[in-house]
Every structure is written in structure tokens, then in C-alpha cells.
């Protein structure tokens, strides 16, 4: 089996490997500013899905702070004249906040020559015709990505999770972005408690189902991607209470191995896969303690890929 990479689609559009900066906007979220609720969705640590991003500082230094914990990876004979990022604010919401703060913000980063292209965390309930003409109008610069945590298209799992909003919500802002010309990135949890694989494959195909029409064969930047987290218990967060109280089942690596591979086949051609699982900051891991050995996890991951 196999799948078009994020990493591949991006060497082959900019000539280059690209590396990922993790930055932060500033932005609240209305799951935590108590117009929806306060703590967040029960999964989401206190560095709101953002625990790698750079401290929130002005700008210029989060990027020189992200580019020197990047950089430090990357080996010598890489000037660091030539290096190229995507700009990823992905902490909280980053289109809940004042439109032309924002717009500043995002053009600053956009127009710097080291930035090749904006990767935009958000919710689809913060997406009104202001802030998507302004991605519209970043877009323009350069190529813009727009992630939606979806998570899950049950809406009682959804509930059960606090995430806020509805799955019809998430359906109208995916249209609305497409018709303003811009490329979604969907967020999925496998093994959100209540859960079974029918339903994380339900999920997949909901999401397969909208991207079809828009999709083309060859997997270009320009096409919608996919996002597949591995659910991690973290503490601090109300899903580590319920973990404490009412335990629920965590998948094996095999069992996680096999969804990746289930949901990856239910995906339109030309799909990009951004992720097929993730890290949890290892001083708040709970569960799984499996996921904290990556190279195993990845080695096993892709292992069960190339034999499916």
C-alpha cells in the first residue's frame, strides 16, 4: 500500500526539503475563554495542542527561537541562507481574535523570503466571511493551509468530548473554504473512548466523501490532506480524570497500526497524509506509554503499511 506524503509533496513543489516551524498567534479559543467553555476539549493539554510550538513572544523571535530548535537538527552542509519553512501556527485557534490584528501578523510572516507557506490551525466554528477573505487575500501571497480539528464525525462522541460543535458545522466550513480556493487539512483521533474502528473509518469516510470532488490524482500542495493522531492521555486534562475514574480501553500499537491502515484506504486519490501519528510531551504522557518510543512507533507504522 501507498500513500502520497506531506513531506514528498513539498520537496517536489519547492525543490527542497521543507522543514516546520511551530509558532504561536496569540489567539484564544472560545472552548476556553468561556464562550463555549473553559478547559478546552477534554483531550487538550494546557499548551492547547501547541506543547512543541515556540514561547508566544513577538514574532521575530519566535521565528529565530523555532528556526534555532530546527536548525540544530539539520546538518552543516545546508546553509542556513537556503533553508525553507512552513510557517505552522498551531496552538488554540488561531482565526479567534481581532481580523486585523491577525492580518498583519500572518502577512508579516507570509511575505518573509525563508517562509514558503502558512499552515493555519483553527476551528470550524471561527471561520466567518472575515477571516476567510483574509486567508483568501494571504493565499494570494502564497499558498495558504487552513487544519480543522474534526476529530470525529460522531456528535455524541463529540459531545462526550467537549469539542463544541456540531459535525454539519465542520461540513459548511470545509465548503466554504473550498470555495474560496483554499486547502483543508482535517484533524482525526483514533481511539477516542466510546469508540470502535467502525466508527474511526465512519469518520475517514466523512471526510473522503467532501474532499472527493475537489481532489486531483497527483496529490499536489494544493490538494485537501489528512491528519491521523494517535489519542494521548495527558495530564492535567479532563480526559486523565476520566482515564482516573472510569477507565477506558487504549489501543496497542498493533491495534493502532491496523486503524492507520483501515482509514488510509478509505481516502480519495490525490489525498496528502500530513501525519499518521503524534507526539505526546513525554513529562505529560498517561497513555499510551508505547507511543514515547517514535521510532518504533513509526518503524511499526510503516512496516504494516507496506505489507497491507
Known sequence: MEYIHVSDVLKETFGQKIYRLSLQSGCSCPNRDGKLGTGGCTFCSEGGSGDFAAPLLPIDEQIR???KRVDAKLPASIPPESRRYVAYFQSYT??????ARLRVLYLDVIRRPEICLLSIGTRPDCLDDEKISMLMELNRVKPVWVELGLQTAR????E???RGYH???YDDAYYRLKAAGLTVITHVIIGLPGEELSDMEATVKHVASLYAPFMQAEGGIGNDGIKLQLLHVLRGTALASEYETHPFHIMTLPEYANAVVRCLT???????V???TGDGPKQL???PLWSADKKRVLNSLNKAIREA
Do not use: F, S, W
Not at 94 to 99: E, L, W
Open 65 to 67: 527561537l523555532a528556526r
Open 94 to 99: 488561531n482565526t479567534y481574535g481581532d481580523t
Open 155 to 158: 456528535d455524541d462522541i463529540a
Open 160 to 162: 462526550h468530548i467537549l
Open 167 to 169: 459535525t454539519a458545522v
Open 266 to 272: 478509505l481516502l480519495p486519490e490525490g489525498t496528502v
Open 274 to 276: 500530513h501525519r499518521i
Open 285 to 287: 504522557l498517561i497513555a
